[in-house]
């Protein structure tokens, strides 16, 4: 495996913000010689990257033949678009690097877990806005995801179905109607979005499943490939839904929510 840690430093950025990568190495044994990629981003309200939403869901990923990295995103004081910057040059990198990592750079997606599923969708509808590429100097395709991947995410600043805690730690001084209007990624999807694959949970009771409705809808209404699971079971959280990523907090293994990463590398499969 090739194991490599890179600081990520862009304006805003904390000192822990960095790139961790989980890559196949090429082997005269094996025909396979590029792989799709996955950039997790934990979730963490962002306040923090949850470690159960990191290293396990990587390796579980390599598991499906690809590669995968993780992003540890600055998270308060850090405000927005510290994060979303952090995003694109993280994707930068796994470009650059393509042919030296064996990557397929047509096949990169973007993974986020609650918190990081904002960030990820924030991705997705902002990597062709002008001023992502003119703050970090990377050209706009570049910065092109082919894919989103969300799990259980914040999306929406609607009050009815909202995680208030992820908006005031993203927007810190400027929390106002204005950027919260921004921050809710519903309004913001179009067909600039790649296609997306999401799971919720129905009994989530801290980020409601209206979160990927509403965004399931936009994008469907924008013509999107959409592919969405939801499980009835499940508190907020789950990552891999197994033992081995259980939390101290709460219960959260659900054996019925398993099956997502067989879907979704299923999904991958034909990206």
Known sequence: MIHETIAIREKGSLDYARLT???????PEIPVKSRP???????????????????????????CGIHAAV??????????????????????????RAEEWHIQPDKLSV????????????YGVFWNSPELSEDTGIDMETLRPNGLILCYPVITADERFWHKDSFRNLLGSQWNGEMLEK???EKQAGPQVPRTFLWHTYEDGLVPVE?????VSALRRAGVPVEFHL??????GLSLARPHTDSVWSPTVQKECEP???????WLGNL
């Open 211 to 215: 979160n990927s409705l509403l965004f």
């Open 21 to 27: 990568t989980y890559l196949w190495e090429d082997s």
């Open 37 to 63: 990629i996955v950039l997790i981003c934990p979730g963490g309200g962002y306040e923090m990257t949850s470690d159960r939403e990191a290293e396990a869901v990587a390796l579980r990923v390599m598991t």
């Open 183 to 185: 921050m809710s990624l």
């Open 111 to 122: 993974m986020g877990f609650s918190a990081g599923g904002h960030l990820a969708a924030s």
């Open 231 to 236: 499980f009835e079971k499940g508190v907020h």
């Open 260 to 266: 997502w990463v067989d879907l979704l590398e299923t």
């Open 71 to 96: 992003l540890r995103y600055s998270c308060a004081p850090a405000e927005y678009p510290t994060a979303l910057r952090e995003t694109a040059r993280a994707v930068a990198i796994l470009r650059e």
